[in-house]
């Protein structure tokens, strides 16, 4: 994917640094996800141009469906919220879709599953700073949208 330059996004960020094109700088990071896999057992890719992130590497080392966020903060946040799910993935957790689990966070948390890029993935959803999920009344503005197909 080329796009224009993004200043959050880490294959832009490796160009520029480096001096390469796009596409070496893609591979370039396909090779440091892979190393990042085999070493700690999960990545986190974010995507500049939407307010989402997601894990590769729980599936394939630990037979439970990747995670995502959605939600319409900074990737830093958008990781710790992932790192965390995938350390309790990592040590024998288990999460289904349709059910709400109050042992990752100070709040209780749901997961739905949703397709991305044709693969399945449990998107966790987070309540707003009130309480209140997606679909509850007066639900926060961003936080809302965590149920969007």
């Not at 893609?26 to 989402?52: C, Y």
């Not at 995670?67 to 710790?80: G, M, S």
């Amino acid at each position: 994917m080329n796009h224009a330059f993004d200043p959050e996004c880490a294959v832009c960020q490796e160009a520029m640094h480096e001096g390469i094109s796009h596409d070496e700088a893609l591979r370039r990071l396909g090779i440091r996800d892979t190393h990042f896999i085999e070493q700690i057992g999960w990545t986190v890719h974010a995507i500049t141009d939407e307010p989402t992130a997601h894990t590769h590497g729980l599936e394939e080392n630990y037979g439970h469906f990747d995670i995502q966020v959605w939600l319409p903060t900074n990737h830093l946040k958008q990781y710790e919220l992932l790192a965390t799910v995938a350390e309790a993935v990592k040590v024998g957790r288990r999460y289904e879709a349709g059910e709400e689990y109050d042992d990752l966070f100070n709040v209780p948390v749901r997961f739905v599953e949703r397709d991305e890029g044709g693969r399945r993935v449990l998107r966790l959803i987070v309540p707003d700073p009130n309480g209140k999920f997606p679909g509850d009344p007066g639900c926060m503005p961003g936080y809302d949208m965590q149920l969007h197909e």
